[in-house]
């Protein structure tokens, strides 16, 4: 008989922890408070629109290799679009448009061509970007590089002041949702060495052509019910009940639960703390971790602003501006969607929300002279005030592993060991390495 496992929490770590284990046998039930799945990569309709709004656009890398196997397994590979080849489309208020663009050549040599003809960078901040790219080709990973910022690391490659802005910074935003002065660089090496290291497809862009509940949860939702999972949204862990060094009940609002033989974790830490009683806490070596915010902005207008699928905006309240229409090759309602990502928006996320969409309202004019608030039909405003935990020096040695130093109890986020920064991917994996655990530890009964 196989064994039986229960998931707390129906993020992407716990959903993906339970697509291995049901796809190895065994018998898996999850429980999630909230009353959808997904965690912080989900959707939900918006009463006035009716359009599937995400809690925020999220891109996928080509190197996201655990995701696209995961979104594979449950049948929505197809639901995420790739680019031929890297680019992306910079708008500074004082150039204008411009576009960073690989082109067609072995490896890594894609971006560098495509770097020499980006026209916002001089011939001398091309030529150092390639150099600090070349030398960190070179680096091999060690704790060590935890221990100073990628701030720190630019420096010392003596990156000039466009190229950080252009290139460097706005990656370190994208890719960790902090500035290179908050982020370890062991975090930011990571991201620097699956994006752009020989293989060339990993440095694309994919584009969900769907909301996240259609992409993600949805078929993993599906997946797990034909494998005869039991899921049960709208239901709270109170706490766990641990003797010689096992879980043995949870504790649900109404019921206890005591039928299981592993255990799985797959909440944010502050969760974990009200969770686990206080004297076993420290067992499982949970620091504190601190998440950065991202504020999302979804906005529907009259006319179109721009026809890219999306711009990095420079210098201004607006980080990344989506066109959901483009890519979502859809019409909504009764005008064009635009969605505004802010990351690392520490200072953005304590202002007013009138406050936020009048900042990006002057970006907008910035993008299009003579544009009017009178062209908006409909404003959504997101708040995800525990987005990711990007990294800060040092914090890697506090990230717990996967298996505990209980015998049945497992860990799964993005932000636990896994080798990577906490993105989509990590979360993905978390729940991978999670349930490679719980395997391994029924092969031993």
């Not at 965690?39 to 709004?53: A, C, H, K, L, Q």
């Not at 460097?168 to 991201?191: T, Y």
């Not at 259609?214 to 039991?230: H, S, T």
Request: proline share 5%.
């Amino acid at each position: 008989m196989p064994a039986g496992v229960v998931i707390v929490g129906g993020g992407l770590a716990g959903l993906s922890a339970a697509v291995r284990l049901t796809s190895e046998g065994f018998n898996v039930t999850i429980f999630e408070k909230r009353p959808y799945w997904g965690g912080r990569v989900s959707s939900f309709p918006d009463p006035v629109t009716g359009w599937e709004i995400d809690n925020g656009p999220h891109l996928i890398t080509g190197a996201y290799e655990y995701t696209r196997q995961f979104l594979q397994t449950i049948g929505s590979a197809s639901k995420i679009d790739f680019q031929p080849h890297l680019q992306t489309v910079y708008f500074d208020p004082e150039k204008g448009k411009a576009s960073l663009r690989s082109v067609s050549l072995p490896g890594n040599l894609s971006l560098m061509a495509g770097l020499l003809k980006f026209r916002f960078l001089r011939l001398k901040d091309k030529l150092g970007i390639l150099k600090a790219l070349q030398r960190l080709g070179r680096l091999n990973e060690s704790p060590e590089l935890d221990f100073f910022t990628a701030d720190a690391w630019l420096i010392r490659q003596k990156q000039t002041t466009a190229a950080r802005r252009y290139f460097w910074d706005v990656l370190c935003l994208a890719a960790l949702n902090a500035p290179p002065g908050l982020v370890s660089f062991l975090q930011f090496f990571r991201v620097l060495k699956k994006s752009f290291g020989a293989e060339k497809e990993k440095a694309r862009l994919g584009f969900a052509n769907a909301g996240f509940q259609d992409v993600f949860a949805g078929p993993a939702e599906a997946f797990l019910r034909k494998r005869g999972a039991g899921l049960y949204k709208k239901e709270t862990v109170l706490n766990l009940e641990i003797q010689n060094n096992r879980a043995f009940a949870l504790q649900l609002k109404g019921r206890k639960l005591s039928d299981f033989d592993a255990l799985v974790l797959a909440v944010p830490p502050h969760a974990l703390e009200k969770m686990i009683p206080k004297n076993f806490i420290q067992q499982l070596t949970v620091n504190r971790i601190r998440f950065h915010p991202i504020v999302s902005v979804h906005l529907y207008l009259k006319t179109e602003l721009f026809p890219e699928k999306f711009l990095a905006f420079i210098g201004g309240t607006c980080q990344w501006i989506f066109n959901m229409n483009a890519i979502r090759s859809s019409k909504y309602w009764e005008g064009i969607w635009y969605s505004v990502v802010i990351s690392g928006a520490e200072e953005e996320a304590k202002l007013p929300k009138d406050t936020i969409v009048s900042q990006i309202f002057s970006d907008f004019q910035k993008i299009q002279p003579g544009w009017k608030p009178s062209d908006v039909l409909h404003i959504r405003v997101i708040k995800e005030l525990s987005a990711t935990a990007p990294g800060s020096p040092g914090a890697e040695a506090g990230r717990p592993s996967q298996k505990t130093a209980f015998k049945n109890i497992f860990l799964a986020g993005g932000w636990t060991r896994t080798g990577l920064p906490d993105t989509i991917e990590s979360a993905v994996l978390s729940g991978e390495l999670a349930a490679k655990e719980v395997i391994a530890q029924s092969q031993k009964v």
